[in-house]
């Protein structure tokens, strides 16, 4: 029998109360299972763009940030990493394709790099994901053929503001800033949704 949706705020609270020994691998993924996200919830938080997925900032602490990322038809994020952080995703609409990818090769001196695709899965509103410690570079992806609109909640620890990107056909990679596209329901002003 699975677990009655929770609102967002709710949800937020009852992932502050886990102890700090509690916040890491396997812990967390059992909380979103334990913990479905009721969407209606969601409605403040969702900006959709046609121009890219968003990134909008429900909840922040020292230990971790709480992200409702929107994604467009068959919008999908770089080849990217956490900076080390620990991340874990659900989806409460839609559903999204994630990547993995294997780092065969890096040259810090020369910004190159060498990737291979390896496990994929989809993350739905009954399968949340963890990424991979050992494989922390992936992309995540609402493939066209799924011909809806997705949100995932994305929980990051501790919260990162950069990430590395990787170019799997030229063999590059460069380090970007990460921005919200909002913040607690308001619009940044730089943002434009189009």
């Avoid at 990424?131 to 990051?156: C, G, K, M, W």
Wanted: charged share 25%; hydrophobic share 35%.
């Amino acid at each position: 029998m699975s677990a009655a949706p929770c609102l967002i705020d709710d949800f937020c609270r009852a992932l502050s109360a886990l102890p700090e020994s509690r916040f890491g691998p396997s812990h967390v993924l059992d909380f979103l299972r334990a913990h479905p996200i009721a969407s209606a919830s969601l409605s403040p938080y969702l900006f959709f763009s046609r121009g890219h997925y968003t990134r909008n900032l429900i909840f922040k602490c020292d230990l971790f940030e709480v992200l409702a990322l929107c994604w467009e038809v068959g919008q999908a994020s770089n080849i990217h990493n956490h900076r080390g952080q620990l991340c874990w995703m659900a989806v409460p609409i839609g559903k999204l394709k994630n990547q993995n990818f294997r780092l065969l090769e890096s040259d810090e001196a020369k910004r190159t790099c060498k990737l291979e695709k390896s496990e994929s899965c989809l993350i739905t509103p009954d399968s949340p994901l963890e990424v991979d410690r050992s494989e922390p570079i992936h992309q995540v992806t609402n493939l066209p053929e799924f011909n809806e609109r997705a949100v995932s909640i994305h929980i990051y620890s501790r919260p990162f503001d950069s990430c590395r990107i990787y170019d799997a056909v030229r063999g590059a990679f460069q380090d970007i800033p990460l921005h919200y596209s909002s913040e607690y329901g308001v619009l940044s002003p730089e943002e434009k949704l189009v």
